[in-house]
């Protein structure tokens, strides 16, 4: 069964930095894709990130590009996502996502997702 497990949300000044990391079990790694996806209160989950374990391709949203980076770790099975120039509008739940075959920006096309880290933007 895979498992997805997020850690390293925290509260934040407006312009710092976080990582967050997606440590990942009970799966095969190739031809998977794992997502970052964030959710604020009454609205839909967003697309943030994506990358390719096999090959490490990444895909990110056009808010979040040139101040995020995805990456792996495929001897630690652990995606990160690195967050610099934290925004107000950064703030809310991140959750690491994962899929087979395929990068994807719809969050109904993972299958599998972690529990979500709180992370909180101070201006």
């Known amino acids: 069964q895979v498992q997805l497990v997020e850690s390293g949300g925290g509260l934040v000044q407006a312009g710092g930095s976080l990582r967050l990391s997606c440590a990942a079990s009970?799966?095969?790694?190739?031809?998977?894709?794992t997502g970052w996806f964030r959710r604020t209160p009454g609205k839909e989950r967003e697309f943030v990130a994506a990358i390719s374990w096999r090959v490490g391709s990444t895909n990110y949203a056009d808010s979040v590009k040139g101040r995020f980076t995805i990456s792996r770790d495929n001897s630690k099975n652990t995606v990160y996502l690195q967050m610099n120039s934290l925004k107000s509008e950064d703030t809310a739940v991140y959750y690491c996502?994962?899929?087979?075959?395929?990068?994807?920006?719809?969050?109904?096309?993972?299958?599998?997702w972690g529990q979500g880290t709180q992370v909180t933007v101070s201006s």
């Open positions: 996502a994962g899929k087979k075959y395929g990068s994807s920006r719809y969050s109904n096309d993972y299958t599998t």
């Open positions: 009970g799966l095969t790694l190739d031809s998977y894709i």
